[in-house]
């Protein structure tokens, strides 16, 4: 094991984009973490992405995903069927939701009512994750500030991955947009984008979208998003931070504080931390034979 | 959503811009490969926008039609998978997968681009077959255009198998091609309320009012027409629609080599 220590070697450089396969580092001294393993002595990518190197921890931040549903994020979800007592709502993830008739509306609704009065098939809705089961059953609510069927406009999908920085710090990134080109613009956690206003304006912001999802890994983003904007409409721009009734924090704030002062979650976790136990047993050995089944 | 999408299409073309920033009469760019299927006699990968299609010709030796001996056969076949647009399921050729092959083929067959006489091996016994196969990898409308297009070059491109032993050799190419006398390009003009519009995207299409799509050669000859959708066209909208199809093929042949 010394040996192998002394040869411990980083390979990548931290922030490249590295393949599945590919060998990471070499040696016992770096850990997995989230998209990479360990085999024997090497760590190997597991994903295509960013490599992020933290101490001696790695871990891959996919450059493309799909959307997984998420307790409290605010998607934008197709109706896609009406079911007795609510809607099915299409994700844009291999999960559908239900939006039940309870979480659907103040309004009263009366036995028998129909319910594509209040959202048809095809139409489009801005809800909230309220819950979601080890398997995988999702439920939305339209109960909430923001929380509305989209009526107008029209729909784009971008990359899942790529949405937290489409959202920018605090909104910045859509706020930025927003006061560039006029136009109504709401993002969905699930890749899922309703934007509405001047044509050419949504033409500008679809433009401008694309262009963070391409380069969205790459650092300074912001700035120059905003010089990009800036030359394509002539306006002055500020970074300005969402108000917070928009806000796209949509978590229920903590008892102990909020989450950015909290411990930080990122780091490794137990289950992927293999290294070092392999030196000793690392519980109660079980030396004595093995209890067989009961006697009768 | 279809009426929303098209509620707003139609808002964003009353001040002559379409939903991805073009102008009514303006083409996406398009990049055009020969030569990407190395096992087809000929073939042509356009991707045109979002719209990706290949394009394969197949050449080989088979038996005429007994009522025609002499002349080799054409045949156009266009495969609509679910790969390509969620929208498609797979099973037997879609409506528009048979009316996108029969409108290309239309427009190779009635403008007499290939001598299918010239085909001939030995009459009544042997003659060329030659397939054209429409495959559409990511379907973001307009296939019908791009798929005619991309054929016309993949014909250009082919070259006939070696003939050995009354059989073709398809790891031998000879020199010999198809002699197109014309080269047949066709264009769709989609009618979205009043406002004529070529090289629809898949949305553009899905809310269409009506299309046609006009067939026409180098010197503006026609060749064959389909009409689709459910609203009606008048004299005066089929007059507009024609000359702009025709005007845009023109600009269409500088991509054929």
Not at chain 1, 16 to 37: C, H, N, R
Not at chain 2, 39 to 53: F, L, W, Y
Not at chain 2, 107 to 122: N, Q, V, W, Y
Not at chain 2, 167 to 195: E, M, R, W, Y
Request: some cysteine; charged content about 30%.
């Amino acid at each position: 094991m010394t040996a192998a220590k002394e040869k411990s070697a980083l390979l990548v450089k931290d922030h490249d984009v590295v393949v599945p396969g590919e060998v990471l580092a070499q040696g016992m001294e770096y850990l997995p973490s989230q998209g990479t393993y360990r085999k024997d002595e090497n760590i190997y990518a597991n994903q295509t992405g960013l490599l992020i190197v933290e101490g001696k921890v790695l871990k891959t931040i996919p450059l493309a995903s799909a959307y997984l549903p998420k307790k409290y994020d605010v998607i934008i979800g197709r109706v896609q069927d009406i079911l007795m007592t609510g809607w099915r709502i299409d994700t844009n993830s291999p999960y559908s939701a239900v939006l039940p008739l309870k979480d659907a509306t103040f309004d009263y609704i009366k036995k028998g009512a129909d319910l594509t009065a209040f959202f048809n098939i095809d139409e489009y809705v801005v809800c909230k994750i309220f819950q979601v089961t080890s398997q995988n059953l999702v439920d939305v609510s339209m109960k909430g500030p923001g929380l509305r069927k989209l009526q107008g406009g029209r729909i784009i999908k971008v990359n899942a991955a790529k949405v937290p920085r489409l959202i920018g710090k605090r909104g910045s990134m859509v706020m930025m947009i927003k006061s560039a080109t006029g136009i109504q613009l709401i993002v969905g956690q699930n890749g899922i984008v309703w934007l509405n206003g001047d044509p050419e304006q949504e033409v500008l912001a679809i433009e401008a979208i694309r262009k963070i999802e391409e380069e969205a890994h790459v650092p300074g983003l912001t700035e120059r998003m905003k010089k990009w904007l800036e030359k394509k409409t002539g306006k002055k721009i500020e970074i300005q931070e969402m108000p917070e009734e928009e806000s796209y924090d949509h978590r229920p704030p903590r008892r102990d504080g909020p989450r950015r002062d909290g411990p930080r979650r990122d780091g490794p976790r137990r289950d992927s931390y293999r290294g070092p136990r392999r030196d000793g047993p690392s519980g109660p050995r079980r030396d004595g034979p093995r209890r067989g089944p009961p006697r009768r | 959503m279809n009426n929303a999408l098209k509620e707003h299409i139609n808002q964003a073309l009353q001040k002559g811009v379409r939903l991805d920033g073009r102008k009514l009469d303006e083409w996406r760019p398009m990049t055009i490969e020969t030569g990407t299927i190395s096992t087809a006699e000929g073939s042509a990968h356009i991707k045109c926008g979002e719209m990706d299609v290949v394009v394969g010709v197949k050449i080989d030796v088979g038996k005429p039609y007994p009522d025609r001996p002499d002349s080799g056969t054409l045949m156009v076949s266009a495969e609509l998978r679910p790969m390509s647009n969620p929208r498609y399921e797979l099973g037997p050729p879609s409506i528009e997968s048979i009316e996108a092959s029969r409108v290309i083929d239309r427009g190779i067959r009635e403008s007499e681009a290939i001598d299918e006489k010239s085909l001939c091996i030995k009459k009544g016994e042997q003659v060329w077959m030659v397939n054209v196969d429409v495959c559409p990898l990511n379907h973001d409308g307009n296939l019908i255009d791009l798929g005619g297009l991309a054929g016309i070059i993949a014909l250009k491109e082919a070259r006939l198998p070696k003939l050995v032993d009354g059989q073709a050799d398809f790891h031998v190419h000879t020199k010999t091609g198809l002699k197109l006398s014309c080269l047949p390009i066709p264009v769709t003009v989609v009618k979205i309320g009043d406002n004529f519009l070529i090289d629809p995207t898949f949305d553009e299409m899905s809310v269409a009012d009506a299309r046609l799509t006009v067939t026409s050669v180098e010197d503006g000859k026609l060749c064959s027409m389909q009409k689709g959708g459910e609203q009606p066209l008048s004299i005066d909208d089929i007059d507009k629609m024609v000359t702009l199809a025709v005007k845009t093929a023109k600009g269409l042949r500088k991509y054929i080599k």
